[in-house]
Nanobody, 119 residues
Framework: VQLQASGGGLVQTGGSLRLSCAAS????????MGWFRQAPRVEREFVGH????????YYADSVKGRFTISRDNTKNTVYLQMNSLKPEDTAVYYC?????????????WGQGTLVTVSS
């Protein structure tokens, strides 16, 4: 399984971006897809996740109400819609796939896409 994240870029405060994460490889049926981010000199941070079956979502408090995760099962793609962006959202954003139900570990990671929010 390979994950390819895209859609990052430079945006002004208050703007929006939509990130995509496309999966390729063998038949793709994860338990959950997650988004994470890492800013310079900061540990990687959980952003949110979506259940592949059913589509239920969960978000970190820092992005709740501003970010929305969705997926298109037919395209093996998950999206992260980011609205009302703030400078503190600046980070490299990573998507990840958790294939099994048990445990917290994500099995596959994308390469990351940079989001820069200017003030």
């Amino acid at each position: 399984v390979q994950l390819q994240a895209s859609g990052g870029g430079l945006v002004q405060t208050g703007g929006s971006l939509r990130l995509s994460c496309a999966a390729s490889g063998r038949t793709f049926s994860p338990y959950r897809m997650g988004w994470f981010r890492q800013a310079p000199r900061v540990e990687r941070e959980f952003v949110g996740h979506i259940r592949w079956s059913g589509g239920s979502t969960y978000y970190a408090d820092s992005v709740k109400g501003r970010f929305t995760i969705s997926r298109d099962n037919t395209k093996n793609t998950v999206y992260l819609q980011m609205n009302s962006l703030k400078p503190e959202d600046t980070a490299v954003y990573y998507c990840a796939a958790k294939m099994g139900v048990l445990g917290p570990t994500y099995d596959y990671w994308g390469q990351g896409t940079l989001v820069t929010v200017s003030s």
